[in-house]
């Protein structure tokens, strides 16, 4: 009775083990309900095989476009979980020249003045702006909408003249920086921070009696800091010597809720601030002076730790007698960006430069607008590491009016997409997010979002020495570059020998997944060229199948007769290459007067087609993601270990 009641817990061990595993290794419900997307033309049901799932019902054809539905049934537990799939036709996939542009008017005030700045968290958009009163005067607002609904808006200042230069926000808190003229030559800088429901919580004044100008609100985990212009002789907290105006930093401790320290730039003449940005825990100043001594601006880069405001670093950013700098933008690896405007020869260039370790500037793109406008750059995003969304205002030349906008997407210093609109009557003023672009007229604000997909490399052309050779393609949706999935994404057979594969692709999106295929054509490679003349002892190296005067070798192979050989290399799909060369030994300096005439009389000592093939396996090697799919062994590890257990514990009670 031991004996069956232990195999009988045995058993069910064994079997409740196995479904544990195969609960814990099964797909989670968020990749399975995730929508897919793929390209017509090929069969993707391997994609739609999940383990611990199995499919109840699909009428899904890859052949033909539609959308289509997959039934899943859960292996432990018989939950059924549904999954949409979209069959799509490269043009509607691919939108490269048909961006979906979506006008969506977010705000209608017919009293609006002017917009400063709108900046999007979550689903709200906060909106900057002036409400025209008396007298030339202005109500300095803050308006927060979400899903259309007006959240609240707030009055910061009544009847004055100023603006919110700058804003951050954090979990529905905002932070603005305003500027505030006074009476008489007098204007003052702010710190206002507002709760979720728009009241005013702390308000810091900066910095004295004279012409103080907000020009930049930065911040990080710890701190704000405060990008300031002044000429005060005094001020409310701190003191300074300067004859002209100069550039202050204010740091003001979150936690603390408290200004800590104090940092200023002065110069021999009157500086202002182009633009500041954080980078590698440094506050990153582009500054522009006219210096009186050589009769020129002056454009320099100051660096100030975020630490110790102490400088780090200052470097001359003056290029051309043309050229002004207009932005700095940062990419997520710290690496710096800044944008020019160049009007040279009577026409504007936009330069693109790339800041090297040493802070020498390379330049990475220009652009001039073909046509007869001129396009002034407005805004510009690092979305990633050399990948750059651009955007211009386009004016006519002649008439000097506005034109439309040109939307750009640059990829290692080439545009891989580009929108241009001539119809629109509306200024764009800039990015809310990288698919999202505020226009303004005198009606209200609008956003336009735009729509698109856009693969770079997904037909190529390569010549395969190594897997580094492969370019993964890359998809950006909606300005945003999305890389490959490598484990999910594979070439049909091994890529060792020229010709046209078919690659299946494989892009991962938080919303969505995308599959798409394309052809890698591998080039021929073959290292003799047609009636060439080569030394003896030669190394023959080639991707293919080949035959050396009819005799079958294999890459790699040594010829060490002087002669004429005939190379026939084959690759996929029968496709051949044949060469005619000639090997002599040039080191006795004798050369070949009629090659017509030379021509191998006996082959070669290696005449043993076993003996003449010397292999070069970094070819055999060559694949790009052969992934083996399946089961991973280690799942079937612990059944096996209890059915082991199971036996000797049989053994042992027998014996």
């Known amino acids: 009775?031991?004996?069956?009641?232990?195999?009988?817990?045995?058993?069910?061990?064994?079997?409740?083990?196995?479904?544990?595993?195969?609960?814990?290794?099964?797909?989670?419900?968020?990749?399975?309900?995730?929508?897919?997307?793929?390209?017509?033309?090929?069969?993707?049901?391997?994609?739609?095989?999940?383990?611990?799932?199995?499919?109840?019902?699909?009428?899904?054809?890859?052949?033909?476009?539609?959308?289509y539905l997959v039934k899943y049934e859960n292996d432990f537990n018989k939950k059924v979980i549904e999954k949409r799939v979209y069959v799509k036709s490269y043009e509607e996939l691919l939108k490269e020249k048909n961006f979906n542009e979506q006008y969506k008017q977010i705000l209608e005030d017919e009293n609006l003045s002017s917009v400063q700045m709108v900046k999007k968290d979550k689903d709200s958009y906060y909106i900057s702006l002036l409400e025209k009163t008396d007298n030339e005067l202005y109500n300095i607002k803050l308006v927060k909408i979400t899903n259309e609904w007006i959240v609240y808006d707030k009055t910061i200042f009544s009847k004055v003249?100023?603006?919110?230069?700058?804003?951050?926000?954090?979990?529905?808190?905002?932070?603005?920086?305003?500027?505030?003229?006074?009476?008489?030559?007098?204007?003052?800088?702010?710190?206002?921070?507002?709760?979720?429901?728009?009241?005013?919580?702390?308000?810091?004044?900066?910095?004295?009696?004279?012409?103080?100008k907000a020009k930049k609100l930065l911040e990080d985990d710890i701190n704000y800091y405060l990008i300031v212009e002044t000429n005060s002789s005094n001020s409310l907290d701190y003191n300074f010597e300067h004859s002209y105006q100069s550039i202050a930093i204010f740091v003001y401790n979150k936690k603390q809720k408290i200004n800590t320290s104090f940092q200023y730039i002065t110069g021999k003449n009157n500086m202002e601030v182009i633009d500041a940005s954080i980078v590698d825990n440094q506050i990153?100043?582009?500054?522009?002076?006219?210096?009186?001594?050589?009769?020129?601006?002056?454009?320099?880069?100051?660096?100030?730790?975020?630490?110790?405001?102490?400088?780090?670093?200052?470097?001359?950013f003056t290029i051309s007698l043309t050229e002004t700098p207009l932005k700095i933008s940062v990419d997520p690896c710290g690496e710096i960006y800044i944008v020019s405007s160049d009007f040279e020869n009577n026409a504007y260039v936009n330069k693109l430069y790339k800041l090297k370790?040493?802070?020498?500037?390379?330049?990475?793109?220009?652009?001039?607008?073909?046509?007869e406008a001129v396009a002034h750059l407005v805004d510009f995003l690092v979305v990633d590491s050399d990948q750059i969304i651009m955007l211009y205002n386009l004016v006519h030349q002649q008439?000097?009016?506005?034109?439309?906008?040109?939307?750009?997407?640059?990829?290692?210093?080439?545009?891989?997409?580009?929108?241009?609109?001539?119809?629109?009557?509306?200024?764009?003023?800039?990015?809310?997010?990288?698919?999202?672009?505020?226009?303004?007229?005198?009606?209200?604000?609008?956003?336009?979002?735009i729509n698109n997909a856009i693969f770079k490399e997904l037909n190529q052309e390569v010549m395969i020495t190594s897997c580094k050779d492969f370019v993964s393609p890359i998809l950006f949706v909606n300005g945003q570059k999305i890389n490959i999935d490598e484990n999910k994404s594979f070439v049909e057979y091994d890529i060792n020998v020229f010709g046209t594969y078919l690659a299946y692709y494989y892009f991962t999106t938080p919303d969505v997944d995308v599959i798409v295929f394309g052809d890698v054509v591998v080039l021929p490679r073959i290292n003799v060229n047609q009636n060439e003349i080569y030394d003896n002892h030669f190394d023959l190296v080639f991707n293919g199948d080949a035959f050396l005067n009819n005799y079958k070798i294999m890459s790699g192979y040594t010829i060490t007769t002087p002669g004429k050989y005939n190379l026939i290399?084959?690759?996929?799909?029968?496709?051949?290459?044949?060469?005619?060369?000639?090997?002599?030994?040039?080191?006795?300096?004798?050369?070949?007067?009629?090659?017509?005439?030379?021509q191998i009389t006996t082959t070669d000592i290696k005449n043993s087609s076993e003996d003449c093939i010397r292999i070069n396996n970094h070819l055999q090697?060559?694949?790009?993601?052969?992934?083996?799919?399946?089961?991973e062994i280690w799942t079937l590890l612990i059944p096996v270990c209890a059915f082991i257990l199971l036996i000797i514990t049989i053994v042992r009670k027998r014996s």
């Open 399 to 449: 008439q000097n009016n506005l034109y439309g906008y040109v939307y750009q997407i640059i990829d290692h210093n080439q545009i891989v997409a580009q929108i241009e609109d001539f119809n629109t009557e509306r200024y764009v003023n800039g990015f809310i997010q990288s698919n999202e672009l505020l226009f303004i007229d005198d009606n209200g604000i609008y956003v336009n979002t």
């Open 284 to 316: 990153c100043i582009m500054t522009k002076m006219y210096d009186a001594s050589i009769r020129l601006k002056v454009f320099d880069l100051y660096f100030f730790s975020c630490e110790t405001l102490e400088q780090t670093n200052q470097t001359n």
């Open 621 to 631: 090697n060559n694949y790009f993601y052969q992934k083996e799919r399946g089961k």
């Open 1 to 67: 009775m031991k004996k069956i009641m232990i195999l009988f817990i045995l058993v069910f061990n064994l079997l409740f083990t196995s479904n544990f595993f195969i609960k814990i290794q099964a797909s989670t419900l968020s990749d399975i309900s995730k929508p897919l997307i793929v390209l017509q033309g090929q069969d993707y049901n391997q994609y739609l095989d999940y383990p611990g799932y199995s499919i109840v019902e699909s009428n899904v054809n890859f052949n033909k476009c539609g959308i």
């Open 161 to 212: 003249r100023g603006k919110i230069v700058d804003f951050v926000i954090n979990n529905d808190e905002v932070t603005l920086l305003v500027e505030q003229e006074r009476e008489g030559y007098c204007q003052e800088v702010y710190l206002i921070m507002l709760n979720k429901i728009g009241d005013i919580v702390n308000i810091k004044r900066y910095i004295g009696d004279g012409v103080d």
């Open 357 to 371: 370790d040493n802070l020498q500037q390379d330049l990475m793109y220009s652009y001039q607008y073909p046509k």
């Open 569 to 598: 290399v084959e690759g996929k799909d029968k496709k051949t290459v044949e060469v005619d060369f000639y090997v002599q030994e040039i080191t006795t300096q004798e050369t070949i007067k009629n090659k017509d005439e030379l």
